[in-house]
């Protein structure tokens, strides 16, 4: 590349759309990167943790956004971890309860069951829970790869939020518009751009899951004012609200798992607890097509195939991807103008 005489400018500059081309293919390299080398994780972490820390630091200073980020996340990491010592007894011993109930109940009432041997579903079940909670209580712990990789993911999210520039050096070199600021100013945009859709597919969500776990509470303590106390109640609400974070199996999850602690409680129990679920699951319904269906506008066929492509690549964080990556490249591609065909032979 050649420079004029009287000037540092190149004589042959990049264009902006080449520019613009390289920041998409190097947004696109990243998401596989992520998945390639398992690093879902600590993305996850960086994007939830930098929407709390946002809306701090919109009625706080940088500083003590920071430090009310910091105690707000010890806080949440005490609730997940309490949380999840209790489940590791709870639920497979509620589904060693339940499920013998439950297949009693269907022979009794003639209902045809997909299987016939109670005992080898209970194992099955019990096996598969304990596997999975036995997971999260190594992911949990101190001194795993993964919980490492939630340490670095908040220090990242702390530093994005202090420093959100790339290019520390704009405006100080000799020729002003240079390939490498107008890469990071056009990289800058695309991240910003997939921030924007994760708070509108996250923002939803945890908007779905709160009202989801403040009927639930209710639903709790309505059946303890009737002499109906549902057990592991603090279990049930951050099952409810954890799960709720999930776009549409989230709740399929929380429901089996109020379903059978009601279960195993009573036959009664049980069914009141469906008769809910039932009820406010319709509610659920309305209230997604008001805030999900407003906001994200994608069929449920295609977010349930995202959601399934996103469990295979990259577990749960891939499916809290997912919705997020398709509502992305809807949200670029329809900024992206192009020129209809009008030469139809």
Known sequence: MSYSNDSMEPSSPISQRTIERASY?????????????GLTTPFITVLFGYLIITHLGRVLSKTWAVMGFCVLTLLLFWLFINSLHQAVGVLPTTAQKAIPMLVDFAHRYGFDLPFSDSGTLKSFVVEELRDRL????????LSTKEFVYVIIGLVVTCG???QRTI????????????????FTE?????????FLSFHTVMGAQVIISTVNTFFTGLFLVILYL????????????????????????GNLISNTVIFFIGLSQSMNLGIIALTYLIVLHKFEYFLNSKIIGGKIKNPMWLTLLGLLAGERLGGVPGMILAPVILHYCKFEASAIPYRPDTNHS
């Not at 036995?134 to 712990?141: G, N, S």
């Not at 056009?186 to 997939?194: D, G, P, V």
């Open 25 to 37: 293919i190097t947004v696109a390299l990243f998401m596989v990167s992520l998945v390639y080398f």
């Open 134 to 141: 036995e997971h999260l209580v190594k992911f949990a712990q």
């Open 160 to 162: 994005v939020f202090v």
């Open 167 to 182: 290019d520390l050096g704009a405006g100080s070199y000799k020729i002003t518009h240079n390939v490498y600021s107008g």
């Open 186 to 194: 056009a990289l800058s945009r695309r991240f910003s751009n997939f």
């Open 226 to 249: 009737c002499n109906y106390p549902l057990p592991y109640s603090f279990v049930i609400v951050v099952v409810t609200f954890l799960c709720g974070l999930l776009p549409i199996v």
